[in-house]
Every structure is written in C-alpha cells, then in structure tokens.
C-alpha cells in the first residue's frame, strides 16, 4: 500500500510522545517532493520506533535524532541486492555511541543485541531488516565508534497511481464478547511491552504489564486479580514465552493465551499448546486485534 509521509511522520511522533523522554529532541527532514514508499504502513511506523528508540538508547546524555527522507535511484548492478527502480530512503541517525566495525554485520541476526557494548543500538534490527525485505527494500547500517550511527530503510517507490489507504478505524472497537478483556501482557523489554499495551488499548481492552515470567506466575497464583487472556513474549531470560503459558495454566487451567515472537520460522518453537495463537513481530493492530478474538475461539473468558 502507498504510505503518505505526512501521515507516517504523525504515526510515528504519537507512538513516542510520551516514550522519548525529555533529553532527546527528534527532528524530521523530508526532501521537496519526497515519493511515497510501498509498504504497511504500521509495520513501517514500528519499524521507524525501533530505530528511534535505539537512536535513544544510543545517547543516554541525550541529544537529536534525525529522521530524514530522500529519494533514491538504483540502477542495474549486479552487485545491489536490490531491483533496479526508485526507492524512498529514511535514514533514523544519532550522535551515540555507534556500533564497532566487527559486529556490524552481527547486529542484524535474529536476537542479537549489543546492549552491554553498545548500550542497545542492536535491539530489534533483525526485524527491521526483515520487514524490509519483505517489503522489497532492504536496511543499511552506517556507524563509528563514538560518532554515532545511521539507520537507513530502502524502501520501493509506491506506483504514483496508487491512493493513500484511509487508517480502518472501527476494528478498534470490535471487542471480544462485546466487552473490555483485562489481559496479563509479559514483555522483557519496556518499549515493545508499552507499544503492544497502547495497541489493546486501541481495541478496547485493558493490560497490565510485567517484564518476566515470574511475575506473571506470582499474580496469578495469588489470585488477588482476575485476567481474560494472556499475553506473552516468546524469547525471554529464564522462561520462554510456552513455559509462562504451561505454568500459567497450572494456576489457570484454559486461560487464553497468545505468544508473540520474532523469530522468521514458527515451527522451531516447541511446546506450544495447539490452542495457543503465535503473533509474529512486527504485528499491525489488524493482526493483534485476530490473534485475541482467536485466543476465544472455544475458551470462554472468566
């Protein structure tokens, strides 16, 4: 779909209005007559989170992030990954502290992340780059040590025909059951965790938060709060996303349940229980919004 800069520039400022804090300034350049990509327009506003918050993590003195759009030409070069064509460049840069030049290349591998290095400039690229790719496009990483790092998304020029998509509204409000769902939402990392709380709260429903397993385990045996659904990350220090569930279930038995992942292949999660929705990451709110209303295909809420 065409994505209109003007709306992904709001998108993206309202996903990090109150994430940012008030040491770091983000500033926008959009070229004159900047084309529009083709892509999701919600994958391509998360995507654009990750890269900021990284941009963040990047410079704890803080500082400006610069988010620039350009348009670029590729020609026929067999030795470009990508298609000859026009392409819409964002380029997400800071002034942190960059990623060293051996593990440049690391940093784009599924979980791999260079928070004790370089102060979580690595989290989350692995799926950029994904989104990226499925998109047509592809993510280009250039950094010093000290100096900082620039985080480009190649993305395809979307044909000038095309119309923006109006933003579908009323799949906000199509709750599960006709009410508000109270969902236990385990995430390690606060930034994803918050993003997929804002996106419920978008459908309707209310999350409490907690960043690990055992937290999760805790409020529900001391049974002090009533939860409709569970919501948990896959891969997470101590337990995995299926072993909050299985020990969830021992406090809860039937409680819905959905995992969310980034990992490319589903199948190499083990353990799951056949009743269990798998969300991959980046998920737009369509697809958030499937997984809950699956989640109570044959359950019913307490």
Not at 6 to 13: I, K, T, W, Y
Not at 234 to 244: D, F, H, I, K, N
Not at 277 to 282: G, N, S
Request: aromatic share 4%.
């Amino acid at each position: 779909m065409r994505v209109d800069i003007p709306s992904l520039h709001q998108g993206v400022d309202d996903l990090l209005k109150h994430t940012l804090g008030g040491l770091v300034e983000l500033a926008w350049q959009i070229a004159p007559h900047a084309w529009s990509p083709h892509a999701d327009q919600s994958q391509l506003e998360l995507a654009l989170m990750n890269l900021i918050i990284n941009a963040r993590d990047a410079m704890p003195g803080g500082g400006t992030i610069t988010v620039a759009v350009e348009n670029r030409t590729v020609a026929a070069d067999h030795s470009s990954p990508l298609a000859p064509g026009d392409y819409v460049v964002i380029g997400v840069s800071d002034a942190g502290c960059g990623i060293p030049t051996e593990i440049i290349e690391k940093v784009l591998e599924p979980f791999f992340t260079t928070k004790d290095i370089g102060k979580g400039t690595g989290l989350g690229l692995s799926m950029v780059y994904g989104f990226a790719k499925q998109s047509g496009g592809t993510l280009r990483l250039h950094s010093e040590v000290d100096h900082g790092t620039c985080a480009e998304l190649w993305l395809p020029r979307s044909p000038a025909e095309a119309s923006p998509p109006a933003k579908p509204e009323p799949e906000k409000r199509e709750l599960v059951a006709g009410r508000e769902l109270r969902v236990l939402l385990i995430d390690d990392h606060p930034e994803v965790r918050q993003t997929t709380a804002a996106m419920l709260r978008d459908l309707g429903h209310h999350a409490v938060e907690v960043a690990s397993g055992a937290e999760a385990i805790e409020m529900l045996k001391a049974g002090d709060a009533v939860f409709d659904l569970l919501i948990s990350d896959y891969a997470m220090p101590r337990q995995s996303g299926t072993e909050v569930v299985r020990m969830a279930r021992e406090a809860r038995p039937q409680l819905p349940a959905v995992i969310i992942t980034g990992y490319a292949d589903g199948g190499e999660i083990g353990g799951r229980p056949t009743d269990v929705d798998l969300l991959m990451k980046p998920f737009t709110l369509a697809e958030l919004s499937g997984a809950v209303n699956r989640a109570f295909g044959g359950a019913t809420a307490a």
